[in-house]
């Protein structure tokens, strides 16, 4: 299984930025997908979760109304749209995918698969 993000850089406050993840090597239609950050010195946390169909979406509280996790199960891929980005959202950012059929959880335990990363980098 291989995830591939993209999409990450420099902004400055109140911008925007779209990550993708390209997934291979599983079935994509059958894994629900999830985004996740780490700051320095931070542990990973959650940032948004979607079903396998796409139907079912969850968010952190901080990020509520800011991102939406879409995915397109033709292109293999999970998107993170971010907007009215903030200082606080700097972070590395990963693509997870859960085990097939598993349901779209809200830790990292919840994940088997993990992408390399992008940084997110938000300047006020």
């Known amino acids: 299984v291989q995830l591939v993000e993209s999409g990450g850089g420099a902004v400055q406050a109140g911008g925007s930025l779209r990550l993708s993840c390209a997934a291979s090597?599983?079935?994509?239609?059958?894994?629900?997908m999830a985004w996740f950050r780490q700051a320095p010195e931070k542990e990973r946390e959650f940032v948004a979760a979607?079903?396998?169909?796409?139907?079912?979406?969850d968010y952190a509280d901080s990020v509520k109304g800011r991102f939406a996790i879409s995915r397109d199960n033709a292109k293999n891929t999970v998107y993170l749209q971010m907007n009215s980005l903030k200082p606080e959202d700097t972070a590395a950012y990963y693509c997870?995918?859960?085990?097939?059929?598993?349901?779209?959880?809200?830790?990292?335990?919840?994940?088997?698969?993990w992408g390399q990363g992008t940084q997110v980098t938000v300047s006020s």
């Open positions: 090597g599983l079935i994509f239609s059958n894994t629900a």
């Open positions: 997870a995918a859960a085990r097939a059929y598993a349901i779209a959880g809200v830790t990292t335990n919840d994940y088997t698969y």
């Open positions: 979607i079903s396998r169909s796409g139907g079912n979406t």
